[in-house]
């Protein structure tokens, strides 16, 4: 049968895999053809970047706009944390739709099923199918077609650490590939994310961590040898979602418009200021459309900002104005090496109350060179082992690349198949 298995290790730089610390990714490049221009969403974040791989799309299409962002309801902005495990079950409410655009286990629905099991946020791992055609496995709660909450020993319990990323791995394997078998498999892993966020990158707990993610890469890999050698006709993606920058400050976004007098207070509705790590989305309610001039003129002279993309130019960062968003920010950023020799920093957006800052560690978000460094090797029909690709490739050319080994339609993506004509 014709599969396709996908293993995202979250959070992991293109330019951090090597021998010593991620042997398997190195080794699988010989068997693959690697993409060596593969670039992240914008945001660049887990939550945008799982609703671009499961549509194909930008977020101006599926309308997931940040890891944090504000709807319009009722007549007022209201800031939303996409993380939140009901957050796409509330804009369906909200707005009429969850997603604007098909998902990936929507068009598998008649075609062998989709079957994901995540580490993540909730609102990630849901973002990959928030209407329940398929199987979706997380912690805060696991869901079979129809979303058909999944209980007991059949859910998935783990914790967020190396023993609940191997315990997933080993299900993943056994339970899904071996035994039930859908035409589409996705385990997406928590680390080295999660642990890149609480320490210096490449500081020895990061090195260690990335040993396990690439040992949990490892047991997928030989799993899928071993579906070949019985004849299965396994396309297999090892990839990451984007990569991260070191924290060198914490800039409090919503406190610089409130002091140029651009926002009437914390709690206004006026002007909505969403954070993604190391971007912001700055939304305009409409009665106030009025200020977006004078707003543009203060981002663009603040000395925080490497990039600050206008209304008019949101469609070439695959954003659009939805919602009463004006502007997305990219933080500065350098190219300079932290204390233990990796490359790039950035400034990270002050969330909202509540939320951890990452100073001296890792985050992500914006267009800064190393955030948007994810890898992307690709093993099976169509695709030259050893060979490297410099064509330009996203997230949403994943979804594209999927179906064309199941040989069904990709009607209606911005992405395209990846695989050699
Ligand atoms: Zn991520």
Redo the contacts with the bound molecule.
Sequence with gaps: MRRAVVVVL??MRRDLIGEPTTPTLARFAARATSFSAHRSMFPS??RV?SASFATGCHPARHELQGNTLALLENGRLVYHDAGHPGFLQHKRRATGRSLAVPTLAERLAAHGNMTLFSN?SPG?AYAHDPDGHGHVYHRAGSFAPGRKRIEGAQALDIAQDAAGEQRMTERFVGEVLVERKPTLAILWMGEP?ATQHARPLGSPEHLAVLRQADANAARVVEAVDRLRDKGDEVLLMVCS??GHQTVSRIVDVEAELLAAGLKESRESHDVVTPTSGTSTLVYVHPDHAGKIDAIGAFLASRDWTDRVVPPAELASVGQAPHHGLAFAISLKSDDEPNAFGVRGHSYESKPVAGNATHLGCGQ?GGLAKYEQMPFLTIDGAGFTPGATSAVSTSPIDLAPTILAHLQLPADGMDGRALQSP
């Design positions: 979250d959070g974040a887990t970047v993540v990630a994310d979602d984007h992500h």
